[in-house]
């Protein structure tokens, strides 16, 4: 394999970014990855939305006695932006090498075949966000500042697209990708404190009622397979002996 090749792991579809991969310092991948991120699954996201608010069709309640353990809390909208957080944090920990770039492609990919199999369980099997009438009650009489941040929220996703949830598995894919990028260049209590973080983030989505229980046990384990059972082994097989690019000179990693 040519040096200027693409590792076999990546679709076709890359070529014309793979050909640029060094543009802007070598950062180009990963804002252009972002990008297509948010355009292809967050797209997807709000046509699969409309769709179901169309419909108006809910085919079983996913409510479990453990969404009464957590009541709405408005000041958990706070946590719960830091969502935004993950897919930035992989860009970020990723080398600008051969293999950093190669690895982003490959969650991106990654994020699309989660997507897919996301939308299509909306479209099969849509459910109602039952619980965030809760949240909407409480909001009412509520003169926290994430009032506005809810109302901001509640124009563009409207309580459906419920299972499983596409927040916590994306977000744990990506978490997960950032590790593999960090480990042997991050200290560890760099790389492990993001568990932590992403547990907060859990439970400020229960705690504003975005989701139910069953929807975050559902995602965390679709975002745990296609982690498992796609690109970690695909991150394992890409080559090493990489050359960064911005420093002026090669540096193997």
Request: hydrophobic letters at 50%.
């Amino acid at each position: 394999m040519r040096c200027e090749d693409p590792p076999p792991e990546l679709w076709p579809i890359w070529q014309p970014l793979w050909s640029r991969r060094s543009d802007l310092g070598g950062w180009g991948i990963g804002l252009a990855t972002a990008l297509v991120t948010l355009v292809i699954i967050g797209g997807g996201y709000l046509v699969t939305l409309k769709f179901a608010v169309h419909r108006g069709v809910s085919v079983f309640d996913s409510r479990t006695e453990a969404d009464a353990w957590f009541g709405p809390t408005p000041w958990a909208m706070g946590i719960y932006m830091t969502l935004y957080l993950y897919l930035p944090l992989q860009v970020a920990c990723a080398p600008r090498t051969r293999k950093g770039w190669a690895s982003l492609l490959l969650s991106l990919q990654a994020g699309i075949w989660l997507a897919l199999f996301s939308f299509a369980t909306f479209l099969v099997a849509p459910t109602f966000l039952h619980t965030r009438g809760e949240m909407e009650a409480q909001l009412t009489t509520s003169s926290s500042w994430a009032v506005p941040f809810f109302e901001s929220l509640y124009l563009v996703d409207a309580p459906y697209n419920a299972w499983p949830s596409l927040h916590v598995s994306l977000s744990l894919l990506f978490l997960l990708t950032a590790q593999h990028l960090m480990r042997g260049r991050f200290p560890r209590p760099v790389v492990w404190a993001w568990w932590p973080a992403w547990a907060a983030l859990l439970w400020s989505i229960l705690a504003t009622k975005q989701h139910h229980a069953f929807d975050i046990w559902t995602g965390a384990i679709a975002g745990a397979a296609i982690w498992a059972l796609y690109l970690a082994p695909r991150l394992a097989s890409l080559g090493k002996g990489e050359v960064r690019i911005g420093s002026g000179r090669g540096q193997k990693t």
